[in-house]
C-alpha cells in the first residue's frame, strides 16, 4: 500500500485539463483506442458510471477503465444525470454507451444504467474515481463465488497539498478497522457505488432508490442480501483512487478525522446489530 506516495499509475490520467475545450484530439483518439479493445457487443460485465458535471473528471475515469486489464468480456455505461456543464460534449468524444437521466440523483442514474445494461453481472463505478487495472478481475471474481449477492471493494485518497499521503493512510487504515466491524452485521454500510458489483437479474427486481438521497447503494446492497451474503474485496490490486473532495467539503483533514470520529463513536453499538427489515426506498438517512 502507498503510505507516503500516490501510486505511480495514476500519473497517466490526472490530465492537467479544466474544460471540455482544453482537451486536444489526440488524447481522446487514445483512451478510445483502448477502449475499443477491451469493450464487447456481448459483455458479461456492464460498468455503469454515473455523472454529474464532470465534463474532465469523467475524462479521467474513462481512461482508467480503458486500461483494465480482465478476462470478462465488457462494457461500460456513462450515465449522464442531468448535467447542467459539458459533459455530454466530452461523452459524445468517447467510445462508450451513453445514456440521459433528467430525474436528478444517484439512484436514479444507476437504475437507467443497470435498465440499459447488457451484462449479467453491474459494476458501479463513480466519474471521479480512478480504477487500477485488475479491478474489474478481482471484483467479478468475488462476485462470483457462491452464494454472493453483492461485493465491495476498497477505495484510497490521493494526496494534494494540505492532504499529505501519510495522514491519509492513516484515515483509511482507520476506515478499514471500522468497516470491519460494520460487515459482521451491516455490511451494506461499506458498500459505496465507487466500487460495488451486484447479478443484474437481482438488482432490476429490487431497484434503486428514484428520487436524490444518499445511501442508494448501501439500500440496493441491503436489499440483496435475500439473495445471498456480502464479500469484502480487500486485495489491493482493486483500491480504487479519489480525490479528497468529500474531506475538503469538511472543512480540512483535521475536521473531517474529527467529524468521523465522533459520527463512528456515536453509533459503534449498533454496528452489532443487525437493521430490521424495512423498505429501503422510503426510510431516511438517520
Avoid at 485539463?17 to 483502448?34: L, W
Avoid at 435498465?115 to 471474481?141: H, T
Avoid at 482507520?174 to 451486484?198: C, D, Q, T, W
Avoid at 473532495?245 to 465522533?262: E, H, P, T
Wanted: hydrophobic share 40%; with cysteine; aromatic share 12%.
Amino acid at each position: 500500500m502507498n503510505v507516503f506516495n500516490n501510486p505511480k499509475w495514476l500519473q497517466q490520467f490526472q490530465f492537467s485539463y479544466t474544460r471540455f475545450e482544453e482537451v486536444p484530439g489526440f488524447v481522446f483518439k487514445s483512451i478510445n483506442s483502448d477502449l475499443d479493445k477491451i469493450q464487447s457487443a456481448d459483455p458479461l460485465v456492464s460498468i455503469i458510471v454515473s455523472a454529474w458535471n464532470e465534463e474532465v473528471n469523467i475524462l479521467r475515469c474513462v481512461a482508467s477503465l480503458a486500461k483494465s486489464k480482465t478476462t470478462s468480456p465488457l462494457e461500460i455505461i456513462v450515465v449522464n444525470n442531468n448535467s447542467t456543464d459539458k459533459t455530454g460534449q466530452t461523452l459524445d468524444q468517447l467510445h462508450v454507451r451513453t445514456v440521459f437521466q433528467g430525474i436528478q440523483g444517484w439512484g436514479p442514474a444507476r437504475q437507467l444504467g443497470m435498465e440499459k445494461a447488457k451484462g449479467k453481472y453491474i459494476l458501479l463505478a463513480d466519474a471521479d474515481c480512478y480504477y487500477p487495472e485488475n479491478w474489474v478481475n478481482e471484483m467479478v471474481a468475488a462476485l462470483q463465488r457462491d452464494g454472493v449477492a453483492c461485493v465491495y471493494g476498497r477505495y484510497a485518497f490521493i494526496s494534494e497539498p494540505g492532504y499529505p499521503r501519510w495522514k491519509l493512510f492513516l484515515l483509511e487504515q482507520m476506515k478499514n478497522i471500522i468497516a470491519e466491524v460494520r460487515h459482521f452485521k451491516r455490511p451494506y454500510l461499506n458498500a459505496y457505488g465507487m466500487s460495488m458489483g451486484y447479478v443484474r437479474e437481482h438488482g432490476m427486481k429490487i431497484g434503486f432508490v428514484m428520487h436524490k438521497i444518499r445511501g442508494e447503494d448501501g439500500r440496493m446492497c441491503f436489499d440483496l442480501m435475500q439473495y445471498g451474503g456480502v464479500k469484502q474485496v480487500k486485495s489491493v490490486k482493486a483500491i480504487v483512487w479519489t480525490n479528497p473532495r468529500s474531506l475538503q467539503r469538511d472543512g480540512g483533514f483535521g475536521k473531517a478525522l474529527s467529524n468521523r470520529i465522533i459520527k463512528e463513536m456515536r453509533r459503534f453499538s449498533s454496528m452489532f446489530i443487525p437493521h430490521r427489515p424495512h423498505d429501503t426506498k422510503t426510510s431516511t438517512n438517520e
